[in-house]
């Protein structure tokens, strides 16, 4: 289980580095909107994900159940769950990708028109809101499928699972709460995953499950840096 959790953190960390990387790039020459190269890699990189997401799902179900059968990765309702989840979080990849896409290219006459609001809306409202909940939902029930059923970690690997952990779903909860304007959505769901995890073990025992030191370090405190951001300090935050 915990080679599984370690490729779902590389897969996450290559896709944000990828996207960071290439945010600030020019819109290419032509009548493409995205660079052979991004097109490709945007497609790849969440791919990868997905696939890691569906093998952790798999072995969770597995060691949980003591056989992988039929009903438990298909007909279950925790396999419903997290199907669902996954195709959304696909489908609102595809549409952010492409309302981004569309917004960057368009001419600088539009920019301030009802039809770029409409882009804009599909790019960060939708397209957001659906990849946000879907990583949530396949999160919630690899943590709740998964959660002490994993040899435990220590030393050296358990620290680079609690990184991992604060590298992405910290960084994903907080860039969805304030680049997405999902701050209440984003807000509820590291509650949601931490609730989960703080259910099966105690706080002192719960980064040493590899699940629950994949999923608890970041959401936790993504969610205590949106509180503080949003509500004690006050206003709508954006992003640097």
Do not use: C
Not at 10 to 25: D, T
Not at 57 to 71: I, K
Not at 214 to 230: E, Q
Request: glycine share 12%; hydrophobic share 55%; no cysteine.
């Amino acid at each position: 289980m915990a080679r599984s959790v370690f490729w779902l953190l590389i897969s996450l960390v290559a896709w944000e580095l990828f996207q960071g990387l290439r945010a600030g790039a020019a819109v290419p020459a032509g009548s493409w909107a995205l660079s052979l190269f991004d097109l490709v890699f945007l497609v790849l990189l969440p791919a990868l994900t997905a696939f890691s997401f569906t093998r952790l799902f798999l072995v969770v179900t597995q060691s949980a159940r003591g056989s992988l059968n039929v009903y438990s990765v298909i007909s279950s309702p925790y396999a419903w769950t997290f199907w669902v989840g996954l195709g959304m979080g696909m489908i609102g990849h595809g549409i952010h990708v492409a309302g981004h896409a569309v917004q960057r290219a368009m001419p600088e006459i539009f920019a301030q028109g009802e039809f770029a609001a409409k882009i804009a809306f599909l790019d960060v409202r939708v397209g957001y809101l659906l990849l946000g909940l879907g990583f949530f939902l396949a999160s919630l029930v690899i943590t709740l499928v998964g959660q002490g059923a994993g040899q435990r970690i220590s030393g050296l690997e358990r620290l680079l699972f609690v990184l991992g952990s604060l590298a992405t779903y910290g960084f994903v909860i907080v860039y969805i709460g304030v680049g997405g304007q999902q701050i209440i959505p984003a807000i509820a769901a590291s509650v949601a995953l931490s609730a989960a995890s703080f259910w099966t073990f105690p706080p002192s025992e719960v980064t040493r499950d590899p699940v629950g030191a994949l999923v608890v370090p970041g959401s936790f405190l993504a969610g205590l840096v949106l509180i503080v951001w949003t509500v004690i300090v006050g206003g709508q935050p954006t992003w640097p």
